[in-house]
């Protein structure tokens, strides 16, 4: 029985290819010319023959380590898998080396920011040399891992040769987590899903009883309680509906350290709460504000979560192009009784007027604040402290005015759970604007 | 495994530099044989050169201080008669160690996280070098023994001759 490192091994060994080698005088090889040359200079000098003798083990060296003998190509496979991941994922990278009449053979991995690289396992002395790292992402975005530099030494040392090989772009999804419990209100428009409405209808949860009608069936009678009203009694399920949810990311800007910045945590939000409700079969959409607009019509599926996930992607690489505000999203977008959640670090007024025009169309909000921290001001320096307060007052009338607007706001900092402050949103649906 | 790789890389790198500072300043040494104090104050730059490269891992440095040790050696077999062709022999060896530890201490060659994946073994790899040595100490030994001419001798001499030819030119 073949394990499973062993079918990987014999696997990536079928994919070595061949490289060419360009060698090139090492610096052990130039010492070694200097030190002879310098021994018959000083033997010619002096006229001290026995001065050569410091020149007769530099010279045996070169002469016997020809160019010519140097072989031409090596065989090198490497594999990067998998290329798509989420973050903290582990990629593994393996190496195989067949280098027939080298003397060595050494590799360096050159890793991005924010991602760890460790050597796993190694085999040396073996045909061909094999190595593996582990590879861990730690944060979303699309980048390329490496080059390996694959070193070639030769000729008893005197020759090296140099290889980069580029590796595959991997793509790092934000890691979403568990952000969020589903939960939906309780009115919902009439579209099947699988969540128990107020509405009564074919589902599994139990909503009540009614007097037995015309083509009611025998199994919904409540024999209990047709027992003690002596009167038939069938019960009533509650319709179990799909519920609407569209995510705005504004990302206009990004503050905070890598790895923990607003925008950081506006796509992880945005990615859990998506995979939660996409999960439960219900429609999510989402809109990009901040650069050029982009949105995602509602949709249910795995493929949206997969569009989803692409979408978010696409947030870094918005410069300073600033595009539409919500006006001009197509009414799609936006269905009639969808619960909007915008995810905005607060630090302009687009935020604040998207929630305005998205509160005036009556649509359920809830406000997710994923600042951190706050601006770095020198220390001992008055303006920049009231600079700070003036930063502060001004987030703090933002914040009153969304509480104006009767918009729920949640300071979220990527560990808690947003369900809590989603049911309280959505349960602050004025009647009106609900389906 | 990192850390342990990591550490086993340490302590080779730090063994190759006790090796590659011990063979330069015994090459140094060697002009403490001389008694004339510009063969002694060359010998004291070389070693200071040696222990400098070993430390700072610059490569030029290397390159200096092997250009000095070897100057120092020479200078002290030139002018001293208290340093002879055995001497160079040493002075061979270490100079050898001295090249081949530099490789190792030197920057590029111990470059974080690099990994080797392929060495030869150690007696392919001493081979060459030990058959320089012999061909050193061969000719040291010829230097300084009385040698006749014979017919036998130029044919040897011929011999020896075409081999390093061949060695040389050999291909592929």
């Given at each position: ?24 005088a ?56 998998p ?12 190496l ?41 992402p ?6 390329r ?10 000729g ?37 899903g ?62 905070g350290?890598p790895?923990?910045s ?42 949206q979560?997969?569009?989803i ?52 169309r ?6 997710v ?9 020198p ?26 607007l ?14 809590g ?15 | ?16 530099m ?20 510009p063969?002694r ?60 530890g ?36 061969g ?22 001759g075409?081999?390093?030819?061949l ?6």
């Amino acid at each position: 029985m073949v394990n499973r490192s062993e079918r990987t091994d014999s696997m990536n060994e079928h994919r070595l290819t061949e490289h060419r080698l360009e060698f090139s005088a090492t610096p052990r090889l130039r010492r070694l010319a200097v030190i002879a040359a310098a021994a018959v200079a000083g033997a010619i000098i002096s006229a001290r023959g026995e001065l050569a003798v410091l020149a007769v083990a530099p010279l045996v060296l070169l002469a016997v380590s020809p160019r010519s003998l140097l072989p031409r190509t090596v065989r090198i496979g490497r594999r990067l898998h998998p290329l798509r991941c989420v973050e903290d994922d582990e990629l593994t990278l393996t190496l195989d080396v067949h280098a027939p009449g080298t003397d060595r053979v050494e590799a360096l991995l050159a890793v991005p920011d924010h991602t760890d690289a460790g050597l796993d396992a190694e085999r040396g002395g073996g045909r061909p040399a094999h190595a593996r790292w582990a590879v861990v992402p730690h944060r979303w975005g699309r980048y390329r891992v490496g080059p390996v530099r694959v070193r070639v030494v030769a000729g008893n040392g005197l020759y090296a040769a140099t290889l980069d090989l580029p590796l595959e772009q991997v793509v790092v999804y934000p890691g979403g987590g568990t952000v969020a419990r589903a939960t939906a209100p309780r009115e919902l428009p009439a579209r099947l899903g699988e969540h128990a409405s107020r509405a009564i209808g074919s589902g599994v949860e139990f909503a009540g009883v009614r007097p037995y009608g015309d083509g009611d069936r025998r199994r919904d009678i409540d024999w209990r309680t047709s027992a003690r009203q002596q009167q038939l009694f069938v019960r009533q399920y509650a319709a179990e509906r799909s519920f609407t949810l569209v995510l705005v990311l504004d990302v206009a800007v990004d503050a905070g350290e890598p790895g923990r910045s607003t925008l950081d945590l506006t796509v992880r939000a945005a990615t859990g709460l998506a995979q939660t409700y996409l999960g439960v079969h219900d429609r999510v959409g989402i809109v990009s504000l901040g650069g050029s607009l982009r949105w995602l019509a509602p949709a249910a599926g795995a493929r949206q979560l997969h569009q989803i996930a692409e979408s978010v992607m696409q947030v870094r690489l918005d410069d300073s192009e600033v595009g539409g505000g919500i006006d001009r999203l197509p009414p799609g977008v936006l269905p009639a009784g969808a619960f909007v959640c915008l995810l905005s670090p607060l630090l302009d007024g687009r935020a604040l007027e998207a929630a305005r025009d998205l509160r005036a169309r009556g649509f359920g909000l809830l406000v997710v604040d994923v600042l951190t921290s706050e601006p770095d001001v020198p220390r001992g320096s008055a303006a920049g402290r009231l600079a700070l307060r003036v930063w502060r007052m001004e987030r703090e009338a933002v914040r009153a005015e969304l509480a104006t607007l009767g918009v729920p706001l949640l300071a979220w900092d990527g560990s808690g759970d947003l369900s809590g402050a989603l049911l309280h949103a959505m349960r602050a649906m004025r009647p009106e604007v609900r389906a | 495994m990192t850390a342990e790789v990591s550490v086993a890389h340490g302590g080779a790198t730090v063994l190759a530099m006790a090796v590659t500072a011990g063979a330069g300043l015994a090459a140094c040494a060697l002009t403490l044989l001389a008694e004339e104090r510009p063969v002694r104050t060359v010998g004291i730059v070389a070693a200071v050169a040696v222990g400098a490269a070993v430390l700072s891992g610059w490569r030029w440095l290397g390159s200096a201080a092997t250009l000095a040790t070897t100057a120092a050696v020479l200078l002290a077999a030139a002018i001293s008669d208290d340093v002879g062709p055995g001497h160079l022999v040493v002075a061979s060896v270490l100079l050898l160690v001295l090249v081949a530890g530099l490789d190792r201490v030197e920057r590029p060659g111990r470059s974080a996280g690099s990994v080797v994946l392929n060495r030869t073994r150690l007696p392919r790899r001493a081979g060459v070098p030990v058959l320089a040595v012999v061909a050193t100490a061969g000719v040291a030994v010829t230097a300084t023994a009385p040698v006749v001419p014979s017919a036998g001798l130029v044919l040897l001499g011929l011999a020896a001759g075409l081999g390093a030819l061949l060695v040389a030119t050999r291909s592929t």
